[in-house]
């Protein structure tokens, strides 16, 4: 089967500067795949040329089989290619309700868009009339989630889902992104911790340096992984 996802010996940065120096990676339909690595690994730019953000300074972007170097970060998500981007990007001057307005923007109704939110994450229905930044910040990823989720993708990108989270409510997200995955949708999930997504994951890979340095099963990458560039236990 062709992967939904797949990085060809990519390059690219910022600038003149490359950060990504021939990443291989590639993401099979219905996948959870876990990036770990250590802060300024290069995970965030490897998410920020899968969504096009980053125009790769080298090597290939296929999204089904197709290159899609250089074609835009919209274009993309109309393609059904989604990013929920670290610090999570809602508004928070607005309330749940008005930013659910907010993501119609792509054409579904309004009320198609509460719905899912609301059946996907019934808490925020409850905070529906908050204004989401006085949310906790479990509720707020759960609005971002939202948004992403309006536009029915199929593949999803998740940047540190578990950034400043309680680890129950860490836990509850991650439940979500399985079910997910067994809806149909692949998942790409960048995390510097890794207990949070491996027990989720279908498979994983190290990212150090710009480079993927090792992919495989869940359980056998998580024997691999050490406090000393991670930051943190995987047990």
């Known amino acids: 089967?062709?992967?939904?996802?797949?990085?060809?010996?990519?390059?690219?940065?910022?600038?003149?500067i490359d950060v990504?120096?021939?990443?291989?990676?590639?993401?099979?339909a219905g996948q959870v795949h876990a990036l770990l690595g250590p802060n300024g690994a290069g995970k965030t730019t490897t998410l920020g040329v899968c969504s096009g953000q980053i125009v790769p300074s080298g090597g290939q972007l296929l999204i089904s089989g197709r290159e899609v170097n250089g074609v835009s970060s919209d274009s993309l998500a109309r393609a059904g290619v989604c990013l929920v981007?670290?610090?999570?990007?809602?508004?928070?001057?607005?309330?749940?309700?008005?930013?659910?307005r907010m993501f119609t923007h792509a054409g579904a109704s309004v009320s198609d868009v509460q719905e899912k939110a609301f059946s996907q994450f019934p808490r925020l229905k409850e905070r529906r009339k908050q204004i989401a930044g006085t949310m906790s910040g479990g509720e707020q990823q759960m609005l971002?989630?939202?948004?992403?989720?309006?536009?029915?993708?199929?593949?999803?990108?998740?940047?540190?889902?578990?950034?400043?989270?309680?680890?129950?409510?860490?836990?509850?997200?991650y439940e979500r992104?399985?079910?997910?995955?067994?809806d149909g949708i692949s998942i790409l999930v960048v995390e510097q911790f890794a207990q949070a997504v491996l027990g989720v994951s279908t498979v994983a890979s190290i990212m150090l340096h710009?480079?993927?340095?090792?992919?495989?099963?869940?359980?056998?990458?998580?024997?691999?992984?050490?406090?000393?560039?991670l930051g943190g236990t995987t047990h």
Not at 85 to 100: D, H, S
Not at 157 to 164: A, V
Not at 210 to 229: D, Q, V
């Open 1 to 16: 089967m062709t992967p939904i996802l797949e990085l060809s010996n990519i390059r690219g940065g910022y600038g003149a």
């Open 20 to 28: 990504l120096h021939g990443v291989n990676l590639k993401l099979e």
């Open 85 to 100: 981007p670290e610090g999570r990007g809602i508004f928070p001057n607005l309330t749940v309700t008005e930013n659910l």
């Open 144 to 173: 971002a989630m939202s948004r992403a989720l309006a536009v029915n993708p199929s593949l999803l990108l998740l940047d540190e889902l578990s950034m400043g989270l309680a680890p129950l409510i860490v836990e509850e997200l």
């Open 177 to 182: 992104v399985a079910e997910l995955a067994a």
């Open 210 to 229: 710009g480079r993927i340095t090792r992919t495989g099963p869940p359980a056998e990458i998580a024997e691999e992984l050490t406090e000393a560039y």
